[in-house]
């Protein structure tokens, strides 16, 4: 117990040496018609406009990457598509080779070799 009252004045200092955090102006949009003069809501419009133009100009940035990076990727797929449609045609046609090879060795009349063989056996 003494020990945790010990520590409480201790605090203050060691939350400003961590903590020295200033107030910043975060950019964002403002309410403007809560200014009286007519200079700062000008200037209050005129920030808004400014942020704005910032966020779009990032926005629009951003998008332009997305979409180059997506069209580099339509690009390969496409190109990969392209490669396996050869390798589909080229399968084909081996196929249908081989079948035609297939049906020639099918009708083909028995070679002249094994005739006489038989007879030789036979005698």
């Given amino acids: 117990m003494i020990a945790r009252f010990a520590l409480v004045p201790l605090m203050p200092l060691a939350l400003g040496i961590i903590g020295t955090a200033h107030a910043q102006d975060v950019p964002g949009i403002e309410i403007c018609t809560v200014e009286k003069t007519m200079e700062r809501r000008t200037s209050c419009l005129q920030s808004n406009v ?3 133009q910032k966020t779009i100009s990032k926005l629009t940035t951003d998008h332009q990457q997305k979409l180059d990076a997506a069209n580099r990727q339509v690009a390969s797929l496409q190109n990969a598509l392209a490669s396996l449609q050869k390798l589909v ?11 035609e090879d297939v049906k020639k060795k099918a009708d083909a009349p028995p070679a002249k070799d094994a005739a006489p063989a038989a007879k030789d056996g036979t005698k």
Avoid: G, V
């Fill in 89 to 99: 045609t080229d399968l084909q046609a081996a196929q249908l080779k081989l079948t």
């Fill in 50 to 52: 400014d942020f704005l």
